[in-house]
């Protein structure tokens, strides 16, 4: 069909339908569209007060995924409500009074103003809505007076063949909108489910993640799976294309493949998970931050990332500091002369070191998680003493704790008289050769 002929059909029957309608027909036709939505609205107000989240936004909407959908469908309950009854309406009308085009136009109308409500209430990001308001309501317009179909007969006849590969403007209209749709509707599920699963508090952390994970695979799969069905592609053929994948694998893809694979792992051993501080084999250090398919990412606490592939989890050792317990021990060294009353000093130093509030201490923890003092070695000046302490975290960045405790333990013994010694040398004069040149030595530096 070409679109003179689309036309031509139009207006003939805009001409038929004009012929036929009586005014007393056409009247009431709107009385009865009037009482349609009076009873709609009557009956949205009595289930927003019976279902008060219908008609009350959620304080917080990031906190109740569910409740705000429950109020968005709220807000789309009028029209849906007048839609329903005017094709209820417009299913009975010929039986009584003939012709219903009044009607059909009122739901015309109804389903174009509902999409547009859908995408206000929606799509929050405004290209977004505008692209759906642009596209979405002539495709609507074309499908409730009946013309959508000959409109892709037109599509379709505006083909191009390469080989055995069809190219329509239908087709290629048809890809675009809808794989646009399916990747915006996936990105959307995708927030949305993620946000639910990780509130859900009857699940510990890493089983939050792993399922956030699945979940994401899963969807973007079988998004994927449509639009190849979109795209016309017979899914019996992806076994040549997997076969093709499979050799590119070998050849130069099995690095990507191991990182794939090993995020996956990584996923369901929970031997890494976000929050956890890890050690790599060249001694660098970072809070992991973010979980890909492809790398893990570390962040430093100078606020540089680290991005790691995800198969040196798997087949490098590394040191997680706090995989299964977020308590650590630490020990700062310090030193004291011989003269000092040592079993006095070390209860001393126990109690100024658990007065820190980030120091784990109380008579309540086990005795071997309480800060302990002991001596370390006799040294040339002094006695080398050590505190031994445990924490919640990691002693760096925002949580050091070791620069505080060598300045508590610093006054401490100021405090009470404790000397902390230090190395002492002789100055000697050397008279070189009769001369009157000297050299003197103090402290190893030479004046």
């Not at 007393?24 to 939505?37: A, C, D, E, F, H």
């Not at 040191?319 to 299964?324: A, D, S």
């Not at 201490?361 to 309480?370: H, V």
């Amino acid at each position: 069909m070409k679109t003179e002929e689309l036309l031509e059909k139009l207006s003939g029957q805009a001409r038929e339908l004009l012929a036929s309608t009586s005014e007393v027909t056409v009247l009431s036709q709107v009385g009865i569209i009037i009482l349609i939505y009076a009873i709609a609205f009557f009956v949205t107000l009595r289930l927003q007060k019976l279902i008060p989240a219908l008609a009350e936004p959620p304080a917080s909407p990031e906190l109740h995924p569910l409740r705000t959908l429950v109020y968005r469908f709220g807000r789309l309950l009028f029209p849906l409500l007048a839609i329903v009854l005017l094709k209820i309406a417009a299913a009975f009308i010929p039986q009584f009074i003939g012709a219903t085009w009044v009607v059909q136009a009122a739901l015309a109308v109804a389903i174009i103003l509902l999409f547009n409500s859908f995408v206000r209430v929606v799509v929050a990001n405004p290209a977004v809505a505008q692209v759906f308001r642009w596209v979405g309501m002539p495709i609507l317009f074309l499908y409730v007076i009946g013309a959508l179909d000959d409109v892709v007969q037109i599509l379709d006849s505006m083909a191009v063949q390469i080989g055995n590969i069809h190219l329509s403007a239908y087709g290629i209209a048809r890809t675009v909108i809808f794989g646009s749709l399916l990747f915006w509707l996936g990105r959307v599920s995708n927030s949305t489910a993620q946000n639910i699963i990780r509130r859900q508090e009857t699940l510990d952390f890493r089983t939050r993640e792993v399922a956030a994970k699945l979940f994401e695979i899963a969807l973007f799969a079988v998004v994927f799976l449509l639009i190849l069905q979109l795209m016309g592609i017979n899914l019996t053929a992806l076994a040549v294309f997997g076969g093709a994948v499979g050799v590119g694998v070998g050849f130069g893809l099995q690095t990507i493949a191991s990182n794939f694979i090993s995020g996956i792992i990584i996923l369901l051993d929970r031997s890494v998970t976000v929050g956890d501080y890890i050690e790599l084999e060249d001694g660098r250090t970072g809070l992991v931050t973010r979980l890909n398919m492809r790398s893990t990412t570390l962040e430093t606490f100078d606020g540089k990332d680290i991005v790691v592939p995800n198969e040196k989890f798997v087949s490098n050792s590394f040191i997680n500091w706090t995989h299964k317990n977020k308590k650590q021990r630490y020990r700062v060294d310090f030193l004291v002369s011989y003269s000092t009353n040592i079993r006095a000093m070390v209860e001393i130093i126990k109690e100024a070191v658990g007065s820190h509030p980030q120091v784990l201490s109380g008579s309540e923890l086990p005795i071997e998680e309480r800060p302990d003092c002991e001596i370390d070695s006799f040294g040339d000046n002094g006695v080398n003493m050590f505190v031994e302490f445990w924490m919640l975290g990691i002693d760096d960045g925002r949580n050091r704790v070791g620069g505080d405790l060598l300045l508590i333990i610093f006054e401490t013994l100021q405090k009470h008289g404790i000397e902390i010694p230090f190395p002492q040398r002789d100055v000697r004069l050397v008279d070189v050769g009769g001369s009157k040149s000297t050299k003197t030595e103090v402290f190893g530096t030479e004046l």
